[in-house]
């Protein structure tokens, strides 16, 4: 499928054992003359050498710089590290860099492109569903501050978004899980028979089912391909993607990036979105229970960890999609529809406890 924006279009393509065939499709859309592939240790363990061979016979003189797993190491210490590492493999303007990995290689390669030389190529080879079907699309690159996720970024869209749905084989059951989370958003955002689908077929898409998945993650990048091509810089419609994600990078914020993955946090905010918009009277009821009844199924935490209101107020404070003091809050109309509406840091938050979060039976 294309993400279609104008001369900066680019193909996405979902196959099985597409890495042996990575490096001729990275010349074509590049340019470029040599190539650096950005992993984690866990990932180039498993296709780092795969992908070095296909990017090699296509002439592409690959160098591969590992750099440590985990969302914490999305921060700008590690993009200066990578600068001298590409320096170091004498890179330059016809250089590509390759994301192998998840979503944080995909953000942190992402802009370390956007801003390396003012600029070179990049291509995404997600190896997660969250970053199959959210993070490699559309763009949006980015890194952590301490006070914040993802407070400073560039949007520089990928030459290639090449997925192979093959590694998703040595991926752990709760990195599985936590990439649904971003299929359940997009679906509760616009597409309710793909949430009818999610809710026929969850445990059949944690197995990795192929005849289950490869339709579901395809229309899920075809939503985010949609939702891109008609805004392209977030002034919108794309707004919508955040759905779940004020609270969710709250989370992320109070937790220092550390105890819980991106899409399970999202999992809590989007039930969390889904009983506010009930409440502001804009879902009917119910609609927060369908999804947290998803995201059971799905394997996936259901309640915010345990901080006083105050410290998620101050958590939001800082979040980017604030404006003149008021937070673009995404609210369901049902399943399948959204909007945003603009809301104080303390109004998001009044469906929060006072005190320490309740926790309710189940997994939390």
């Not at 995404?124 to 301490?146: E, H």
């Not at 075809?222 to 810089?233: H, M, N, T, Y």
């Not at 915010?304 to 958590?315: K, T």
Request: net charge positive; glycine share 10%; hydrophobic share 45%.
């Amino acid at each position: 499928m294309q993400v279609e924006l104008g001369e900066r279009s680019y193909p996405v393509e979902i196959g099985a054992g597409t890495l042996a065939t990575l490096g001729e499709r990275v010349a074509e859309r590049s340019g470029a003359s040599r190539a650096v592939v950005i992993t984690v240790p866990p990932v180039g363990r498993r296709y780092g050498a795969r992908a070095m061979r296909s990017l090699r016979a296509a002439g592409l003189k690959p160098t591969r710089i590992d750099v440590p797993d985990g969302d914490a190491t999305k921060n700008l210490r590690q993009v200066e590290k990578l600068y001298h590492a590409l320096l170091e493999a004498r890179a330059d303007r016809h250089t590509v860099l390759v994301a192998l990995g998840g979503g944080m290689v995909g953000d942190l390669t992402g802009f370390t492109a956007a801003s390396f030389l003012r600029g070179i190529p990049f291509v995404q080879v997600p190896t997660s569903v969250l970053a199959m079907v959210d993070a490699s699309v559309g763009g949006k690159t980015g890194v952590n501050l301490r006070e914040g996720k993802n407070l400073v970024g560039a949007f520089h869209q990928p030459r290639l978004v090449s997925i192979d749905i093959e590694t998703l084989r040595s991926l752990p059951a709760r990195e599985r899980s936590a990439g649904l989370a971003e299929v359940v958003k997009k679906a509760a955002i616009w597409d309710r028979g793909l949430f009818a689908r999610l809710e026929r077929d969850a445990e059949a898409l944690l197995a990795l089912d192929e005849k289950a998945l490869v339709p579901v993650l395809t229309r899920a990048v075809e939503i985010k391909a949609e939702v891109v091509a008609q805004d392209e810089r977030e002034s919108g419609v794309r707004m919508l993607l955040n759905f779940g994600h004020t609270l969710a990078h709250a989370i992320e914020a109070l937790l220092r990036y550390r105890g819980l993955l991106h899409g399970e946090a999202v999992a809590i905010g989007m039930i969390y979105a889904a009983a506010r918009s009930e409440a502001l009277g804009f879902a009917p009821a119910g609609t927060a229970e369908r999804i947290e009844a998803l995201c059971r199924r799905l394997d996936l935490p259901t309640e915010p960890p345990d901080h006083p209101r105050s410290a998620y107020l101050a958590a939001m404070a800082v979040d980017k999609k604030k404006r003149d003091s008021r937070i673009h809050f995404v609210v369901l109309d049902g399943i399948g529809a959204a909007h945003t509406v603009p809301l104080l840091p303390s109004e998001v938050a009044a469906g929060l406890p006072r005190g320490a979060a309740r926790r309710k039976k189940g997994k939390s």
